[in-house]
């Protein structure tokens, strides 16, 4: 009998020497980096703070490349997009109070988007913890509730000892799908009192799988096998889990017609015959799922964005694949199987039957029609024009990243990923700034690949501190800033709803000169030109800044 004393791996007699004889001059702040280094990780972002200097210090004694941001949120924007392009942890390191809670929008779109980000905070002295009032800089009450209804968990340490095994545990949660970010809080103290402890070398932090139940397999695929009318809504999920292939593969065995929703973007090929693509906010496509007789959802929740606006309403049986099991028949009732979007796909495949049906393809083509039609009818010429230069201009395997603005919006319904996990935006939670940092964050993870990010002019203003970082770094983002003089899609908004709009107008700079008193270069387009533009500072080395005067408008609703 093997018992589990049994597969303890003993230490080697070098192993050993090593441990008790560690380096002098550690801290706690190297148990931190010697952690992350043993995770795996290669690349952290951050900016630094008086409590979290233990930390920083210990990253140059370190092989972790630093990557750091202006602003707080913009570094938590910079690790999410490292986390979504790479599917790894990023490493997000912060300091106490003002500098922690300025991640929150960031943490809130990671964790929308299930962006694998490790934050890691430092925290007062352990003598000011407890929630009394001590004074201390930075103080908060509870600084960990802060994160708590955001992060997937909550990690603290009051000793050394307990940093690897915290960081560790971490880890583990932000890659165990669905994947999020997490939180780690580290007292100032601990970061910086020497210690004696070994050195942190290869931790195993293994994710879960979640994997789905065999039963429910088996129902999905006899409902898939003999539906009349399958259709599949392809989600995020879909993408994080790198199950693209599968999805096809699934589609074409029951010739069913797929839909991407806007966090889904490449999970299904644009031009595939049986590919509805991505117009989920019109009632043509609305009016097509609603007639399935199964509808099977892949790693999405069907929220708001992709429920245009919750006007759908379906008619046939729901199958629902989510990883989130908060996000399972939260808003339709089915046949929910929780499971990682890759297994449930693969298990689908070993037991679904072969179904033909010569219509599909016949199918898809009358809805796609009629959506270009609804399109072309509202005189829409200068918005496609734009979208289709941005695509003309764009490597197939650039990544893109995409603000909350006008062009953003037309994007997540017309524009053509060509490629999984390549077409990234702030739809998960909506807050403004995303675009830029974003970017940076790919790049950082890339250095060898052009990378677009997309803003409009307010939006722009969140970010434009981060031109020095994208200076500093030389990081090869080509930034496209569409300026409309304001919050152009609030202004449409308002103006729709009471008649006029306020608060949405804005003085702004020249984004021109201003980039270029950054040291990057900088080029004023129009819409004639912008597909040459766009490209001659894509294939430029380093950063760079391309200025769109233009006042573009949204397609018209089908939700109202």
């Known amino acids: 009998m093997t018992h589990d004393h049994d597969l303890v791996l003993r230490p080697t007699a070098a192993q050993t020497e090593a441990a008790l004889n560690p380096p002098a001059g550690r801290n706690g702040g190297d148990l931190v980096v010697e952690t992350l280094q043993g995770l795996g990780a290669t690349t952290v972002f951050g900016l630094p703070g008086q409590h979290a200097l233990g930390m920083f210090d210990a990253l140059r004694r370190s092989t972790l490349t630093y990557v750091g941001l202006r602003v707080e949120n913009n570094a938590g924007f910079a690790a999410d997009a490292y986390g979504r392009v790479t599917g790894e942890a ?236 908060g996000k399972l028949e939260s808003n339709h009732a089915g046949l929910g199987i929780h499971a990682d979007a890759r297994l449930a796909l693969s298990a689908l495949l070993e037991t679904v039957g072969d179904r033909r049906d010569p219509s599909a393809a016949d199918a898809v083509r009358e809805v796609l029609a009629a959506v270009r039609a609804r399109i072309d009818s509202q005189e829409l010429t200068l918005e496609q024009q734009v979208l289709v230069s941005v695509r003309e201009a764009l490597p197939d395997d650039s990544p893109s990243f995409w603000d909350m603005t006008i062009l953003a919006y037309w994007a997540w319904s017309a524009f053509d990923a060509r490629r999984p996990n390549t077409m990234h935006s702030a739809q998960g939670a909506g807050g403004l700034g995303y675009g830029f940092p974003a970017a940076l964050g790919a790049a950082a993870a890339d250095p060898t690949r052009p990378v677009l990010a997309v803003s409009g002019d307010g939006g722009a203003m969140y970010s434009i501190a981060e031109l020095a970082t994208a200076r500093q770094y030389d990081l090869p983002v080509t930034w496209l800033i569409v300026d409309d003089g304001g919050y152009g899609i609030l202004r449409e908004y308002m103006t729709d709803a009471f008649g006029k709009a306020t608060a949405t107008e804005l003085a702004r700079p020249d984004f021109v000169a201003l980039a270029q008193s950054f040291g990057v270069p900088a080029t004023r387009t129009s819409p004639e030109t912008l597909s040459e533009d766009l490209a001659e500072a894509l294939s430029r080395p380093g950063p760079s800044v391309v200025v769109l005067p233009a006042l573009l408008r949204m397609f018209a609703p089908t939700h109202l």
Do not use: C
């Open 90 to 325: 990023a490493p997000l390191l912060l300091s106490t109070g003002p500098g922690a809670l300025m991640s929150l929008a960031a943490l809130q779109e990671a964790a929308a988007a299930s962006s694998p980000v490790l934050a890691i905070g430092s925290q007062v002295p352990t003598a000011g913890l407890g929630g009394g009032r001590h004074g201390y800089l930075h103080e908060l009450r509870d600084q960990q509730a802060s994160f708590r209804d955001i992060v997937k968990s909550v990690h603290t340490v009051r000793t050394a000892s307990q940093i690897p095994s915290a960081i560790a545990a971490a880890w583990k949660s932000a890659l165990t799908a669905p994947h999020g970010p997490v939180w780690v809080e580290i007292p100032q103290d601990v970061l910086l009192a020497e210690t004696a402890l070994p050195v942190v070398t290869a931790t195993d932090a293994t994710p879960e799988e979640v994997v789905p139940r065999p039963e429910l397999t088996a129902v999905a695929a006899h409902l898939l096998s003999t539906a009349e009318r399958p259709v599949i809504i392809a989600g995020g999920g879909v993408v994080r889990a790198d199950a693209s292939g599968k999805l096809r593969a699934l589609a074409e065995k029951i010739d069913a017609p797929v839909v991407t929703t806007f966090g889904g973007k490449g999970a299904f090929p644009w031009e595939h015959p049986l590919s509805l693509q991505s117009w989920l906010e019109d009632r043509h496509t609305t009016d097509f799922l609603e007639s399935a007789d199964v509808l099977l959802v892949v790693g999405s929740g069907l929220g708001e964005l992709s429920s245009n606006y919750h006007t759908f309403a379906p008619r046939g049986r729901v199958i629902q694949i989510e990883a989130d099991l």
